[in-house]
């Protein structure tokens, strides 16, 4: 009996053996706080963890002490709060002292003390999630816009001011994960803008004391934005316009291309400067005919084609002082539309050739532009001026024209400015080709000589305007080259001192010699120079301009042919010459007479009829006419001159 | 004057006249309270500062319960929220104005250490805080009181409430500790554990009095 009872302690000695080898007991381990909180400020919960048990079970108890006294008290809830933890209630629960902590552990074997925590409730507050969260779609002015509104959480007293929450939200748009964050204060309304159109966005708040902790983020409200098409729609509307404006540019572009380059339309090449004609090889190659026949355009002296406006010349003629007050009483007497010949008797000098004469151009011209060439326009108001000022232009161009210089070698009386105007393709053709017959149509452009209106297709007078700004005009001789053309036939006939210058102040002179004709100055006086007689016992009749001491290229001395139709001779020998106003064109030719100055009035009109002047008027003392007469510098006819003339 | 310009100045708002000067905007007692609150709100968070920064530099006591005891302890203040709704508006008041006056001196006298103290490892910030909470609790003193003053007036407060003098809620110990002029850093980190509480309690006390006085959108 006593060994089976010894083997039993011994079985059991060996049981308990491993036991007590394999876990040792021991008393337990220390448990720790890990963390205190109040959700309201009014009551808290601590929470420890609890060490190795030591592998007995363990029981643990809290127990607290409050500031400023000894008495130790137990946790009086174990249980509400959780395992292992340790709930005070608003009874237990101090404010603003500070409670020492301290969870004991224990075993069969012992009991383990945790350390102690100070804690102060006041700053262990971490409220509750706001409650109620809403979130609505609102509208601001066609955007939309989201409005949050929430509620604190109800155990926290924020309507006694006891505690005070401050809040935040957090927006996202649904599949993203970047939240946007929105501090909202103590305010429990939110606006969030910037909606996507369509978008589904998730919300959340949280909320804290103003020290304390931060609450968890409340239950997730969704909300669905509508889709706003405005919104789109006007940003397809900019984006329609754009594409229709590169549209556009990208045809203007092809267009631009299909006629010329890009390059050339939107840069183009300044133009250089450039004489027609001019070539730079000739000019190296030295010969300078070559060079200068070059210059010579063809279409030049303009034809009627041509504009004409631009060749518009007006020739006034300035006299020297001395005769000062003739010119101006010769003026007034022109804007009476009468052509006066100048009084020109002391004047041999003038040096005024027909290209003194004052012409007008024809309508089309334009205004007519007088060309002051003397000097002595200064004398004039502003008329000369600007005439002068016509004149230098329309003659520059002019200048080395070999049809503006007169051409005394060719024995002829050249005409003058076709240069000036389109004259009929006359500038260098002779205007006689009878060598016998010059013809020399004396035009009288003047202002006031055509009445203002007048059609005159040549002799255009500028127009009555022109007429006060020419100034006195003498009658001006103009010899028009074209004309003599149609008037070659008449002239022709008239076989007798030919240089008759058919004083053809007619319109069909006029006519003929379209805008072209532009005696480049006034002349008051004209003077007809004898060329020379002809072996037909013609006189020729130059006009005198040329050899004032002008150059050839004196753009003054535009070789205006006058001519002067010889009326008849007189049993003195003496050469009477007669200006004939002939046709529409009312020019007046005035008598070449200076003495008759005083007919002028009777003179001039618009009329057709030919007027001629008064025989006795515009007769001349007769000199005796040398068969020939050289041309010389002074040389012309002078009211006083005498030709002795073969009778008729 | 200066208190209520001071007190604008850090609040923010138009410059407001005590005696209703025309031109300027009188103050309602929803401005006063805003005012006031706002300052202790803003004095709570510099102490908060000053302490946290005290905790650095030293260990943290574990004993702090047994051995520091704030020299206003003898001011009976309410310690939770029951306590303090039954306390009532003119008692409330009262204690409001007793624990900002007990703490007007010594934080004058701490600034004055700090400043002093050339052996604290404190930068300027700290001295600069010290004294600006040393001014704010003077102002705020002085607000609250005004503020009274006019709860008076318009009969909210019943006249019981009296201003009374700081030295008699003081104990024995903490003025002879105070006053004797030499602060050593435990005692600063103790006046700053104090401070702090009461100007919580402050800031505390004038909220729950604002909301039953004027009951509004912020409560």
Not at chain 1, 46 to 53: K, L, N, V
Request: aromatic share 8%.
């Amino acid at each position: 009996m006593k060994k089976p009872s010894e083997a039993v302690l011994l079985l059991l000695l060996l049981f308990f053996t491993p036991h007590a080898k394999g876990t040792r007991f021991s008393p337990p381990g220390k448990p720790a706080l890990t963390r205190c909180r109040s959700p309201e400020k009014e009551t808290f919960t601590c929470w420890w963890e609890p060490g190795p048990d030591g592998g007995l079970t363990t029981t643990y108890a809290l127990y607290y002490r409050k500031e400023n006294s000894e008495a130790v008290y137990e946790c009086p809830d174990y249980h509400t709060a959780g395992e292992n933890s340790c709930f005070f209630n608003k009874n237990d629960t101090s404010i603003w002292v500070n409670y020492n902590i301290t969870v004991v552990a224990t075993n069969t074997l012992g009991s383990t003390f945790s350390d102690p925590v100070d804690i102060d409730v006041v700053y262990i507050v971490k409220p509750n999630p706001p409650e109620k969260l809403t979130v609505t779609v609102m509208e601001d002015k066609g955007w939309p816009f989201l409005r949050v509104s929430w509620e604190p959480p109800h155990k926290a007293d924020t309507r006694s001011g006891w505690i005070t929450l401050i809040y935040e939200l957090r927006v996202k748009l649904e599949g993203e994960d970047d939240w946007e964050m929105h501090l909202a204060g103590q305010q429990k309304t939110f606006n969030i803008f910037s909606l996507r159109s369509g978008g589904t966005y998730h919300v959340q708040v949280r909320c804290k004391p103003d020290h304390g902790f931060w609450s968890e983020w409340s239950s997730t409200s969704y909300i669905k934005v509508p889709d706003y098409f405005h919104r789109e729609k006007s940003a397809w509307i900019l984006i329609m316009v754009f594409t229709a404006f590169i549209f556009l540019i990208l045809t203007w572009l092809l267009h631009m291309n299909s006629h010329r380059s890009l390059k050339h339309c939107i840069l183009p090449p300044v133009p250089g400067p450039k004489i027609r004609g001019f070539d730079e090889k000739l000019l190296k190659n030295g010969k300078s005919e070559d060079i200068f026949s070059a210059l010579v355009v063809s279409g030049f002296p303009p034809t009627m084609s041509s504009n004409c406006e631009d060749l518009l010349v007006e020739y006034l003629e300035v006299y020297v002082p001395d005769e000062h007050e003739l010119m101006l009483e010769e003026g007034k007497d022109l804007h009476d539309h009468c052509l006066k010949s100048e009084g020109s008797t002391s004047d041999n000098d003038s040096g005024r050739g027909s290209c003194d004469s004052h012409t007008l151009l024809m309508d089309k011209c334009g205004e007519a532009k007088e060309q002051g060439r003397q000097t002595e326009q200064e004398e004039r108001p502003v008329e000369t001026q600007r005439h002068q000022k016509e004149w230098n232009e329309d003659t520059l161009p002019y200048a080395h024209e070999d049809t503006v210089s007169p051409d005394m070698s060719s024995g002829r009386v050249k005409t003058w400015p076709s240069v000036f105007c389109p004259l009929p393709q006359y500038s260098s053709s002779p205007p006689n080709h009878t060598s016998s017959l010059e013809i020399a149509k004396q035009h009288c452009l003047s202002d006031s000589l055509f009445p203002p209106g007048s059609t005159s297709s040549y002799l255009t007078h500028p127009g009555h305007s022109t007429k006060e700004t020419l100034g006195p005009s003498r009658w001006e001789f103009s010899l028009s080259n074209k004309q003599p053309r149609s008037l070659h036939p008449q002239m022709q006939t008239r076989q007798q001192l030919q240089a008759r210058s058919d004083i053809n102040l007619s319109n069909v002179g006029c006519e003929q010699a379209p805008a072209g004709l532009l005696p480049p100055t006034a002349r008051p006086t004209e003077y007809v120079e004898v060329q020379r007689v002809n072996e037909e016992d013609m006189v020729l009749l130059k006009p005198v301009a040329s050899g004032r001491g002008c150059g050839d290229g004196c753009p003054r001395l535009r070789q205006a042919e006058d001519y002067s139709k010889v009326k008849g001779v007189n049993s003195d020998h003496t050469l009477l010459l007669q200006r004939e106003v002939m046709g529409e064109e009312a020019e007046r030719c005035p008598c070449q007479d200076q003495e008759t100055n005083g007919e002028t009035d009777s003179c001039i009109t618009s009329s057709t009829v030919t007027t001629t002047q008064k025989p006795p008027a515009c007769n001349y003392t007769a000199a005796a006419v040398q068969d020939k007469m050289a041309p010389t510098v002074s040389g012309y006819v002078d009211t006083a001159s005498i030709f002795t003339l073969p009778t008729y | 004057m200066l208190v209520y310009m001071e007190l604008s100045m850090r609040a923010g708002t138009a410059p407001i006249c005590p005696y209703g000067q025309a031109g300027c905007h009188v103050p309602t007692l929803a401005d006063l309270f805003d005012r006031v609150i706002q300052q202790s709100s803003r004095m709570h968070g510099i102490s908060s500062d000053l302490h946290s920064q005290f905790e650095q530099y030293f260990l943290p006591s574990k004993n702090l319960i047994g051995k520091r005891k704030c020299h206003t302890y003898g001011i009976l203040t309410p310690d939770d929220k029951e306590n303090a709704q039954r306390l009532g508006r003119e008692q409330l008041t009262e204690v409001i104005l007793r624990l900002l006056g007990a703490w007007g001196d010594p934080l004058s006298q701490f600034y004055q250490s700090m400043s002093r103290d050339q052996n604290q490892d404190f930068n300027h910030y700290s001295s600069n805080k010290a004294m600006e909470i040393s001014d704010m609790v003077h102002e705020l003193r002085d607000g609250v009181a005004k503020m009274a003053e006019k709860m008076k007036l318009s009969g909210v407060l019943d006249n019981t409430v009296s201003y009374v003098s700081p030295e008699s809620f003081v104990p024995f110990s903490t003025v002879s500790y105070y006053k004797r002029g030499e602060l050593n850093p435990m005692d600063h980190h103790d006046l700053l554990h104090c401070f702090r509480r009461d100007s919580n309690k402050v800031k505390n006390y004038l909220r729950i009095l604002k909301c039953t006085t004027l009951p509004g959108l912020d409560c």
